[in-house]
């Protein structure tokens, strides 16, 4: 599942542009009980580095 993560490429828009990245990193934030997310990291052509919510996960 985390290649498949890493590998594909999301849309990401800042500063009212948008881009199709690839993560340069990714993690589940999940408290117990509790439906989770994966958070990834992705570095904008100008060098800044933006986090964005990817996934939803179940319970």
Do not use: C, H
């Not at 881009?19 to 117990?32: E, F, I």
């Not at 990291?41 to 179940?58: E, N, S, W, Y």
């Amino acid at each position: 599942m985390a290649e498949e993560i890493l590998n594909r490429e999301y849309e990401v828009e800042y500063g009212g542009k948008r881009y199709w990245l690839r993560p340069s990193k990714a993690w589940v934030l999940q408290p117990p009980g509790k439906p989770g997310v994966v958070i990834a990291l992705f570095k904008l052509p100008d060098g800044r580095t933006v986090r964005k919510a990817i996934m939803r996960l179940p319970p």
